[in-house]
């Protein structure tokens, strides 16, 4: 592996191999000194398009994890305003040392068109480009799931036998598309739960099962319930015809939790709109894992970041 663009682009031995690091590096941060020195002397920079608080915040905690040094770019307030391009951004970054470039913008489909354009010889991490990917958070909600679900068994296996709902606005949401495919090239079940006018187009496609109501969904007792962020920014018209109405059809709510197992979880990747698709209560019961994924997302990324280095061009 070179580059992290898509989760299409793993392949099951890869995957479990990228969740089974993740346990190695949640030690490395048990430890008193929470660092290990393999990228001393290298350079990640991150390079945000779009706004971030955790993934941004989580690849500087990874990279200095790791021993590297961090360059941290945001559009706000860089030459970004005075028109110069992405590939002139990149390559002043590279100039300046950087070796691995993690990469968030609004475009979707941006991070292939850096790897395929030869413009900078980095590895790239894909943090989010539009609506198309976020490999990222996908690996670290696996690794979540795994964790939570299988314990100190999870080592070497995959999410076989575990079902998945994913709810809510998968139309504009990269979590949700990165997520499944990774959730099925680990073996799990996948059902989307969404208004009509919050799914793709093209779901057919996707080789996951969908139903129409939140109801639904809790009634199939799916071991996660992962709710998205309703994301008004990328929201052009109304996709739905209040707020209230959205949180009372497809809300994760008390009451709806108390329809799953026990030892399901709730699952967002933040920021969440807390009392819209995901109540207060929830997101700070036993069974959310909201904190989590931001604690594994860390360790998920000093994995990556670590496999990644062993592939130089
Ligand atoms: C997500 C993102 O930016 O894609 N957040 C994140 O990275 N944790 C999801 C979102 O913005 O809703």
Request: aromatic share 4%; no cysteine; proline share 3%.
């Amino acid at each position: 592996m070179r580059h992290l663009i898509s989760t299409r682009d793993l392949s099951h031995a890869e995957a479990v191999g990228l969740l089974d690091t993740t346990i190695d590096m949640v030690d490395v941060r048990s430890r008193d000194i929470k660092k290990l020195p393999t990228l001393r002397g290298k350079t990640v920079a991150n390079v945000f398009f779009e706004d971030s608080t955790r993934t941004r915040l989580s690849f500087e905690a990874a990279a200095l994890g790791l021993g590297a040094d961090v360059m941290t770019f945001t559009a706000q307030g860089s030459s970004v305003s005075k028109g110069e391009s992405l590939k002139d951004t990149l390559q002043t970054l590279e100039a300046m040392g950087a070796e691995f470039i993690v990469l968030r913008h609004s475009n979707s489909g941006v991070a292939s068109t850096v790897t395929n354009s030869g413009w900078v010889e980095s590895h790239i991490i894909n943090a989010g480009d539009g609506t198309h990917e976020h490999p990222t958070q996908a690996l670290l909600d696996a690794f979540t799931m795994r964790a939570r679900l299988l314990g100190d068994d999870g080592r070497g296996k995959d999410l076989g036998g575990i079902s998945v709902a994913i709810v809510g606005d998968i139309l504009h949401s990269r979590v949700a598309r990165s997520n499944i495919w990774l959730l099925r090239t680990l073996g799990a079940t996948v059902t989307l739960a969404a208004p009509q006018t919050l799914l793709p187009r093209d779901i057919d496609e996707w080789g996951v099962s969908t139903v129409s109501t939140l109801d639904d969904a809790i009634d199939l007792k799916p071991d996660v319930v992962m709710t998205l962020r309703v994301q008004k920014e990328r929201m052009s018209s109304g996709f739905f015809p209040s707020e209230s109405e959205f949180s009372s059809l497809w809300g994760m709510n008390v009451s709806r939790l108390k329809r799953l197992a026990p030892t399901a979880l709730v699952m967002h990747p933040g920021p969440m709109n807390r009392g819209l698709e995901i109540s207060g209560e929830v997101a700070d019961s036993p069974q959310s894992t909201v904190t989590e994924q931001v604690a594994n997302g860390v360790a998920a990324r000093m994995a990556l970041l670590y496999t990644l280095r062993g592939d130089s061009r």
